[in-house]
């Protein structure tokens, strides 16, 4: 297939897009903005490839989406472009209002256009796949509770509403007016190349830097842990597999605390890099716990069962493989994260 992807130079486009040019004979159109988030870094290793294409295009501008879906002819739209840190959203909302609800508006318009002009056979061949987040379904409350494919949305962040606006966007356009959606819904997303302002990268870069490490209130709030190669071979399987107008939950089935996260890192961080700056005895002795940010949810789960039972997925690495993968990602690729933190990775970009 020829594959447009939006948000692709971000933590999971990025991924996603390694994993297509690598591993399979797809097409890809890399379409971001590359706004802060975005980093075409990531994408060395494959940007010359011929089966490979990059295109700085903001979703919000119809005119310049017009124009991709003529020149390149997709027969699938992967929709990942979003603002997507909470803490962000909650000083400034306007981007993610912006970014995940009008983007998203003016990206299905853009396709429906493309879309109804098709010939018969791509056209039902077509697919717009919308790539979202389980923090629309809002708090679990109890401890056994897991987020299904029918659980009622319930959002709690600008963030998480922003996105819960663009999921009811995506389904809207298929009921209305026929476009073949496919919508997922995953968990926390973590791994190689993931922007250094998440909890897993800022705790792995600041305990090797002898900063504090800062845990939210009392480190309690659970996540579901979904390794990002994982997520990339659930996505494909998706859009080539999926049944137009379902949902389909991705989960990591490895559901921690923020605390057992953070100690659990400071664990390999004294196996791997046993010299430990500001003479501390071990890692562990650099948490901090800081102020809750507010209306933080306290338990995210998902179910997974529907996407194993009928499209055969299961998640490869389990939380302790894939997190071992990540801190020594980290820490063989201090300069990427060295650029991102003094700004070099944008220059002569803006």
Avoid at 40 to 48: F, G, K, Q, R, T
Avoid at 89 to 106: C, H, L, M, Q, R
Avoid at 233 to 238: E, M, P
Avoid at 294 to 302: E, F, K, S, T, V
Wanted: aromatic content about 10%; charged content about 20%.
């Amino acid at each position: 297939m020829n594959i447009l992807i939006t948000g692709g130079a971000g933590f999971i486009g990025s991924a996603l897009i390694r994993y297509l040019i690598n591993d399979t004979a797809h097409r890809v159109i890399n379409v971001d903005k590359l706004t802060y988030a975005g980093n075409v870094e990531s994408l060395v290793s494959i940007a010359d490839n011929a089966r490979y294409v990059f295109e700085r295009v903001d979703i919000c501008d119809g005119q310049a989406l017009a124009r991709l879906f003529e020149t390149h002819s997709p027969d699938a739209v992967m929709h990942l472009a979003a603002e997507s840190h909470v803490d962000r959203s909650i000083d400034k909302p306007v981007a993610f209002i912006e970014t995940n609800i009008v983007g998203t508006y003016t990206l299905l318009e853009a396709t429906r256009h493309y879309w109804t002009q098709l010939e018969a056979e791509k056209k039902q061949a077509f697919r717009f796949h919308h790539i979202s987040t389980d923090e629309v379904f809002g708090d679990l409350h109890g401890t056994h509770d897991l987020f299904t494919e029918t659980t009622p949305y319930a959002p709690s962040s600008p963030y998480s509403a922003s996105k819960a606006s663009s999921d009811h966007l995506v389904r809207a356009w298929q009921r209305t007016f026929g476009l073949p959606v496919i919508v997922t819904n995953c968990s926390n997303n973590y791994g190689h190349f993931q922007f250094p302002e998440k909890l897993i990268p800022v705790v792995i870069l600041n305990a090797i830097a002898g900063k504090p490490l800062p845990v939210y209130g009392n480190g309690q709030q659970i996540r579901d842990w979904l390794y990002v190669d994982d997520h990339a071979r659930a996505l494909l399987t998706v859009l080539e597999r999926g049944a137009i107008g379902e949902t389909y939950n991705i989960g990591g089935h490895n559901e921690k605390t923020n605390l057992t996260v953070v100690q659990t890192i400071c664990a390999i961080l004294d196996e791997l890099r046993p010299e430990k700056p500001n003479a501390i005895s071990h890692y562990a002795d650099l948490i901090t716990y800081v102020t809750d940010r507010p209306g933080h949810d306290l338990r995210y789960a998902i179910d997974a069962s529907k996407i194993a039972r009928e499209l055969q997925w299961t998640p490869q690495e389990t939380f302790e493989t894939g997190l071992r993968k990540t801190v020594h990602w980290y820490l063989d690729n201090l300069a990427w994260c060295a650029h991102i933190q003094d700004g070099s990775y944008h220059l002569g970009l803006d």
